[in-house]
Nanobody, 122 residues
Framework: VQLQASGGGLVQAGGSLRLSCAASGRTFANSAVGWFRQAPGKEREFVAVVSGSGGQRHYADSVKGRFTISRDNAKNIAYLQMNSLKPEDTALYYC????????????????WGQGTQVTVSS
């Protein structure tokens, strides 16, 4: 599976962005997909994960109620809708995929995209 993340940009605090993670390969529908982020000088952190069917989702406490992860298996794309953005959401956002939901959530997915920058100004 190859992943390509896009949709990042510069937005004011309180604004919204939608990130996309386009995947190649026929195993996408069987793979959990997660989003992670890394701010300068900080460790990479988990943001959200969705199961292959889309029926199971988990979020980091810091984004609950503001971010929504979803997927369209017919298009081989996963999304991260980000609302009510805060300056502390500024980071490079990565998508990741793996057959194991737990491995994606734990940050040890087999496949990673290249990252898309999100910058939130105050």
């Amino acid at each position: 599976v190859q992943l390509q993340a896009s949709g990042g940009g510069l937005v004011q605090a309180g604004g919204s962005l939608r990130l996309s993670c386009a995947a190649s390969g026929r195993t996408f529908a069987n793979s959990a997909v997660g989003w992670f982020r890394q701010a300068p000088g900080k460790e990479r952190e988990f943001v959200a994960v969705v199961s292959g069917s889309g029926g199971q989702r988990h979020y980091a406490d810091s984004v609950k109620g503001r971010f929504t992860i979803s997927r369209d298996n017919a298009k081989n794309i996963a999304y991260l809708q980000m609302n009510s953005l805060k300056p502390e959401d500024t980071a490079l956002y990565y998508c990741a995929a793996h057959r194991s939901y737990i491995q994606v959530a734990g940050g040890s997915a087999a496949y990673w995209g290249q990252g898309t920058q999100v910058t939130v100004s105050s």
